[in-house]
């Protein structure tokens, strides 16, 4: 098998659709404080029973957190614990409870002048912390957000979105196979103005991929998100959203400066550069908020 299918992601998110609808359920009867409750028994049934996830989050402890056996077994809790509380909580916000949760912006001047302008926006994320609890947020400038997912991915979380009326709060381009439709929908969303959200931290089996230094070890980043950014010509901003207390959460917002670059690097090239170095502060911060269940890094080099 070729080292680069066994470090790239399949396609699937964790987490099935029953285990997603009792959530709701929980959430609209209960309350959140009881979904949460329910949450810490499921995680100690989830941990034996996802084995794949479990391993790869074990090993993004031992060996690039360098954590001890005891410390290593409590982040793979803590882990799928933080995965559960952001199911919960977006599907909260989405239930109309926003103004129970404390949201801390870091949202400069520049950034706020580019979100509310007529261009279009390519909004940079990773699959880490809750990026989806922001929606409202951007909805303050009446724009409309598109994200960008693979269809099979898609596919598996649509009813989902349907059942918790997250359909409406932002629209989803799909990438079907070997087609290039996706190209076509995410330049007119840019033309009329509105936000496209990339994921820029999962490689699959067909992506081009650059091996970057991410936490002092080699990891496969996709180049298509960056390329694709560069070659758009607007503005690029990263997005990142951390829990950092009982239903508090931190937005940060960097707008890139990669048409600013140099005429010795390609603009992808520093996009993927500044993308990567902001990533690692904050998975540095809160290892426990990244969700790659897959060996994301060559453990081997």
């Not at 799909?174 to 290039?180: A, C, H, K, Y």
């Not at 330049?187 to 970057?212: F, P, T």
């Not at 991410?214 to 010509?233: C, D, I, Q, T």
């Amino acid at each position: 098998m070729d080292q680069n299918e066994t470090r790239s992601w399949s396609g699937k998110s964790r987490g099935g659709l029953l285990g997603y609808l009792i959530f709701i359920k929980i959430i609209k009867g209960l309350g959140v404080r009881t979904a949460y409750c329910l949450l810490s028994l499921v995680v100690i049934y989830f941990i034996p029973f996802a084995p794949s996830a479990t391993r790869s989050i074990w090993k993004f402890s031992r060996k690039i957190l360098k954590y001890g056996y005891l410390k290593s077994l409590i982040l793979v809790y803590k882990n799928f614990y933080s995965l559960g509380r952001a199911l919960i909580d977006k599907v909260a916000v989405n239930q109309g409870k926003y103004d129970e949760y404390r949201f801390d912006f870091a949202e400069p001047e520049g950034v706020k002048s580019v979100l509310n302008s007529t261009q279009g926006v390519i909004i940079i994320g990773a699959h880490f912390g809750n990026w989806e609890i922001g929606a409202p947020f951007f909805g303050k400038y009446n724009k409309r957000m598109n994200v960008l997912m693979m269809d099979q991915e898609y596919q598996s979380i649509k009813k989902i979105l349907e059942v918790n009326k997250s359909i409406d709060s932002f629209g989803i381009i799909p990438i079907e196979g070997d087609s290039l439709d996706y190209i076509f929908k995410i330049r007119d969303a840019l033309a009329k103005g509105e936000y496209v959200s990339i994921q820029g931290d999962r490689l699959s089996r067909s992506d081009k991929h650059k091996d970057m230094d991410f936490m002092e070890k080699k990891a496969s980043f996709p180049l298509g998100p960056f390329v694709l950014a560069a070659r758009m010509n607007v503005p690029v901003v990263f997005y990142f959203a951390e829990h950092i207390g009982y239903k508090r959460y931190k937005f940060d917002f960097i707008l890139s400066d990669y048409t600013d670059g140099s005429k010795e690097k390609k603009k992808e090239t520093l996009l993927i550069e500044e993308y990567v170095a902001l990533l690692s502060e904050r998975v540095r911060e809160y290892p426990e908020q990244w969700y790659n269940y897959f060996d994301f890094w060559n453990y081997e080099r």
